[in-house]
């Protein structure tokens, strides 16, 4: 079975730490250190990740192994 490729958003680390959003999102960490999904995070994340609270820039470095980092297009942006 081939894994689901998936884009993570800055707001998917931090909601680890969010009590509406916890539940779910470790739930989906999890599933990403079991290799269910494959992870891409773009520039854009990494540089909001280097701005946001220290717990979640901690957590993102403990998966940032586990993703690739894909190039953003102009047409994109």
């Known amino acids: 079975m081939k894994n689901i490729r998936v884009y993570v958003d800055t707001s998917v680390f931090g909601g ?3 009590d509406e959003f916890k539940k ?3 739930l989906f960490f999890e599933q990403v250190k079991l290799n269910f999904f494959e992870v891409f ?3 854009i994340v990494q540089n909001e990740i280097s701005l946001a ?4 820039q901690d957590f993102y470095a403990e998966i940032l192994p586990l993703t690739k980092i894909m190039d953003v297009s102009d047409e994109a942006l």
Do not use: Y
């Open 24 to 26: 779910a999102s470790l």
């Open 16 to 18: 680890v730490f969010d």
């Open 53 to 56: 609270p220290k717990q979640v």
């Open 41 to 43: 995070i773009s520039p």
